[in-house]
């Protein structure tokens, strides 16, 4: 009997320890960058639901990808009621949320913001350990750091100011992942000589007096399509920044450190390899 008693013991430690090893098996990301992540390294089986933002293709990198799983509220109670075994959420996530999930005993899996390249590569480690599959984070480093290659090759020498412009004049700081993907490319971020190393909102003043020899934008358009955006074709600025004078990179290929950050380089570095091909001379260059 006692032999038994053992050996039941050590079948369900062995069945426990199996499971641990194959990893989480019901997965809610409660956040727009964890469901980029979550996307790419788990198995779809995994995924129970995703945030209310994974579907929307301006910030989401894989929004037809996160068609085929259920959106959620990005709130507690229908996360619970997917029943997950492991949360993944921002840790800007709201705090409430994190600690009622804590609170019922749900394992909450915290990402910072990235704010550089090797913390999005970080991140993707963390990830793939987390959801069981540590074997698939290097290929995707891997092509993140060919794109890196290929960004510093085609960098510019002249080290031209570049300014981050997003909507309603939302500069993105020079601690940021922005300031680092610029650097791959021999480019400067001007938001550290406006005093933004976290980033902030600037007028259509502060950003004139600036003079970056670039502003990068996510889009290109004649007309706004809201008020957000109405900064970005205000006459001044179209008249200092014309196409020639902007980069553009996607939203969703910046929102968040991951796997995108590869076709990131690449268009940045393209873009840099056309200004240096035309031998334009940034007209603010100090």
């Known amino acids: 009997m006692i032999r038994l008693v053992a050996a039941c013991a050590m079948l369900v430690v062995s069945l426990a320890a199996a499971r641990a090893a194959e990893g989480p098996r019901r997965i809610v990301s409660i956040n727009l960058c964890t469901d980029q992540l979550l ?63 804590k609170a019922k005993g749900v394992p909450v899996a915290e990402f910072d913001v990235a704010r550089s390249i090797d913390d999005a590569k970080e991140q993707i ?27 510093q090759a085609a960098a510019s020498r002249t080290h031209p100011r570049v300014l981050a412009v997003s909507r309603r004049g939302w500069v993105f700081g020079g601690e940021s992942l922005t300031t680092s993907l610029l650097g791959a490319a021999g480019l400067a971020n001007a938001a550290g000589d406006m005093g933004l190393a976290h980033g902030g909102f600037a007028s ?8 970056p020899d670039f502003i990068l934008v996510t889009n290109v358009r004649d007309r706004p399509q ?37 076709e990131a380089l690449d268009s940045l570095a393209a873009q840099v390899s056309a200004v240096e091909t035309s ?3 940034p007209a603010f260059s100090r």
């Open 39 to 101: 996307l790419t390294l788990a198995d779809s089986d995994q995924i129970a639901g995703l945030s209310p933002y994974s579907r929307d293709a301006s910030q989401s990198w894989l929004a037809k990808e996160a068609r085929a799983f259920p959106k959620m509220s990005g709130g507690a109670e229908d996360a619970l009621v997917a029943e997950p075994d492991l949360v993944l959420a921002g840790r800007f996530t709201r705090l409430a949320t994190r600690q009622i999930l």
């Open 125 to 151: 480690r963390r990830m793939a350990a987390l959801v069981g599959h540590p074997e698939r984070a290097e290929p995707h480093i891997a092509r993140i750091d060919a794109a890196l290659v290929r960004a």
């Open 204 to 211: 259509l003043e502060a950003i004139v007096m600036a003079r």
């Open 226 to 262: 809201d008020q957000g955006e109405a900064l970005l074709v205000h006459p001044a600025l179209q008249k200092l920044y014309p196409l020639a004078r902007r980069m553009v990179i996607p939203e969703r290929l910046t929102t968040c450190g991951g796997p995108m950050l590869a």
């Open 279 to 281: 031998k334009a001379t």
